[in-house]
C-alpha cells in the first residue's frame, strides 16, 4: 500500500517533550517534501513544520516558536517531528503529508485548505497536553 503513518503521540505534560514519527510505505519518501499540520476542534488547521525533499529547507510556523525540529532518516524512509516544551495548545491531531515536487517549504505549510495538493495524507494522530 502507498500510505503514511503517524506514531509517537499521546498524552504529556505541559514542558514535555513527544517525537512524532511519519513513516512512508510503498514508496520512496526521500523523494518528497513532507509537513506536519495539526487542527484542534474549534481552530483551523496549521502548518506546524514542513522539510523540503533536499534538506535544502526548512520551515517553522511561528506558534511552535523554535521548539519544534523536523528532520528525516531517509534509510528509514521516515520523517519525525521533536516536540519539546509542549504547551497546552499544542494539544490537535497531527498529520503528515508528503508532496512531490512541491517548489518551497513556505508554500507547502500554508496549504491548510486545499488538501489535494499533497500526494499523500496520514490518518493522524492525537497529541494531548495537559496537566
Known amino acids: 500500500q502507498l500510505q503514511l503513518v503517524e506514531s509517537g503521540g499521546g498524552l504529556v505534560q505541559p514542558g514535555g517533550s513527544l517525537r512524532l514519527s511519519c513513516a512512508a510505505s510503498?514508496?520512496?519518501?526521500?523523494?518528497?517534501?513532507v509537513g506536519w499540520f495539526r487542527q484542534a476542534p474549534g481552530r483551523e488547521r496549521e502548518g506546524v513544520s514542513c522539510?523540503?525533499?533536499?534538506?535544502?529547507?526548512?520551515y517553522y510556523a511561528d506558534s511552535v516558536e523554535g521548539r519544534f525540529t523536523i528532520s528525516r532518516d531517509n534509510a528509514l524512509n521516515t520523517v519525525y517531528l521533536q516536540m519539546n516544551s509542549l504547551k497546552p495548545e499544542d494539544t490537535a491531531v497531527y498529520y503528515c503529508?508528503?508532496?512531490?515536487?512541491?517548489?518551497?517549504?513556505?508554500?507547502?505549510?500554508?496549504?491548510?485548505?486545499?488538501?489535494?495538493?499533497?500526494?499523500?495524507w496520514g490518518k493522524g494522530i492525537l497529541v494531548t497536553v495537559s496537566s
Open positions: 503529508a508528503a508532496a512531490f515536487g512541491m517548489p518551497t517549504v513556505q508554500a507547502m505549510c500554508a496549504m491548510t485548505r486545499i488538501l489535494s495538493n499533497m500526494d499523500y
Open positions: 522539510i523540503s525533499s533536499s534538506h535544502d529547507s526548512l
Open positions: 510503498g514508496f520512496t519518501l526521500r523523494y518528497y517534501a
